[in-house]
């Protein structure tokens, strides 16, 4: 059976690292970032939040033909897929991430409050595809890797949407 997956979540959640260990061991996994970037999808250049803005429709097509793979990026929520885990992180230790980085006060910020409003976890449940999340705070990246074959697996205790909440955090970031 091939599987098309979004792993998806707020830059500094984890993706790439878990991408790299999914790689690893063999599985497909598509760097969506890259892929915009190589395949001429970057559209405005929006220079207050240092970043392009990309037409998910045409990036989707652009993806149509792809089979049994894991899209990573945090666009891969919007693309046509089977299933959605979403990579989330304690807003304090995203933010050390984030300015480890060398990312600017201000897109630290934006991208914390991100999470903490949980955006694009609501985006990935709205679409109605099934969704689930894993934790990255305190796992490695292996760690996150094997939970996200285990989700592919159909083994998803304690990775639905809402077992991961950073709404006690609001109060500080927002």
Not at 24 to 48: C, P, S, W
Not at 148 to 172: C, F, H, L, Y
Request: charged share 30%; proline share 3%; with cysteine.
């Amino acid at each position: 059976m091939t599987m098309r997956v979004a792993l998806t979540g707020t830059p500094g959640t984890g993706k790439t690292s878990v991408a790299k260990v999914l790689r690893e061991r063999g599985h497909d996994v598509l760097d969506m970032t890259q892929f915009i970037k190589d395949n001429g999808l970057r559209e405005e250049y929006d220079a207050e939040r240092d970043t392009y803005s990309v037409d998910v429709e045409r990036l989707n097509d652009a993806l149509s033909d792809m089979e049994d793979c894991i899209f990573e990026g945090h666009l891969a929520h919007f693309m046509d897929v089977d299933l959605i885990i979403v990579m989330r992180c304690h807003p304090d230790v995203l933010a050390e991430r984030l300015r480890a980085r060398g990312y600017s006060e201000s897109k630290v910020r934006e991208n914390v409050e991100a999470e903490v409003l949980d955006v694009i976890l609501c985006e990935s449940v709205d679409s109605e595809i099934p969704t689930f999340v894993i934790d990255s705070t305190s796992e490695t990246p292996r760690e996150s890797a094997s939970a996200v074959e285990d989700i592919m697996k159909g083994n998803t205790d304690n990775r639905m949407p809402g077992d991961v909440s950073w709404a006690a955090e609001m109060e500080q970031w927002l």
